[in-house]
């Protein structure tokens, strides 16, 4: 992968065996983040179609506990085929809206030390075993492409909320 054109995030800057220590750094980035916004600013989409920094935030949460998961499944299956996270289906039928930001952030921090962890006890032969991934599009993905697509989300996630509350705190 080339660096994202959105976040710069590269597969290049980040080897499989930095991923724990990526993703246990990812939630006191999203915490500073947030700084002092206040809960209207954390719940605003400053468009319609663009989700709040909180919803980005369950979102982040989501994935790191959906990706420790699939590490597991892929240590313990042949191939397994993941199903779709249902990103955007989540946002309402998990209620993000509705959730606290100070919470989710406590909950962040648990699901991306529980993924590190997953992360952590992958062997040597355990980062090649391949699993059928279906985002971005459906192809064979071995464990050390999820474990870096996974900081990926993250960095990609932290770049959103930082946007989004930026915009929110601009005013229309």
Do not use: K
């Not at 909320?161 to 915009?167: K, S």
Request: with cysteine; charged share 25%.
């Amino acid at each position: 992968m080339e660096a994202c054109a959105e976040c710069g995030f590269g597969d290049a800057d980040l080897a499989p065996a930095a991923v724990p220590g990526a993703l246990r750094a990812l939630p006191e980035e999203l915490r500073a983040a947030l700084g002092d916004a206040s809960d209207a600013q954390v719940r605003t989409r400053p468009e319609a179609h663009v989700w709040s920094a909180l919803e980005y935030l369950c979102h982040v949460r989501d994935v790191l506990l959906v990706q420790r998961e699939r590490i597991v499944l892929a240590q313990v299956l042949d191939g397994p085929n993941l199903a779709p996270m249902s990103r955007d289906a989540r946002v309402e039928l998990c209620g993000y809206d509705a959730q606290d930001a100070r919470e989710v952030l406590d909950q962040v921090a648990m699901a991306a030390q529980l993924c590190a962890l997953s992360f952590e006890r992958v062997g040597p032969g355990g980062w090649r075993r391949v699993l059928h991934y279906n985002f971005p599009e459906p192809a064979l993905r071995d464990v050390g492409w999820v474990g870096v697509h996974t900081v990926h989300e993250g960095v990609h996630h932290l770049a959103d909320v930082r946007r989004v509350l930026a915009e929110v705190r601009s005013g229309p």
